[in-house]
């Protein structure tokens, strides 16, 4: 299975993007699918995620109230609303399948067993 992430770009402070992830190679039904990003020379950090079949979804309190992540069929999307200009990274998809516990609640790079490749939003002001 390969999990391709795009839809990044280049927006003004403000605006708005929508990533949207697929997976290939396979029939796929993950766990949860969950969007992380990354700061140049830093960690991966976590975003949002979304159980894939009951719907349960969670935002970091830094994107809280501006981004949303959905379900649309095979897609999964993080529609970003209000960037910032210190949202700019890069951005990953991954996902979940396994069902075990999580003592981190999904929010750790270490929940999730399939990357997708990473797309960029830079965000101007």
């Known amino acids: 299975v390969q999990l391709q992430a795009y839809g990044g770009g280049l927006v003004q402070a403000g605006g708005s993007l929508r990533l949207s992830c697929v997976a290939s190679?396979?029939?796929?039904?993950?766990?949860?699918m969950g969007w992380f990003r990354q700061f140049p020379g830093k960690k991966r950090e976590f975003v949002a995620f979304?159980?894939?079949?009951?719907?349960n979804m969670y935002c970091a309190d830094s994107v809280k109230g501006r981004f949303t992540i959905s379900r649309d069929n095979d897609k999964s999307n993080l529609q970003m609303n209000s960037l910032k200009p210190e949202d700019t990274a890069v951005y990953y998809c991954?996902?979940?399948?396994?069902?075990?516990?999580?003592?981190?609640?999904?929010?750790?790079?270490?929940?999730?067993?399939?990357w997708g490749q990473g797309t960029q939003v830079t965000v101007s002001s």
């Open positions: 979304r159980s894939w079949s009951a719907g």
């Open positions: 991954a996902a979940r399948t396994h069902t075990s516990y999580s003592s981190t609640g999904h929010r750790s790079e270490n929940d999730y067993n399939y």
């Open positions: 190679g396979r029939t796929f039904s993950p766990y949860i």
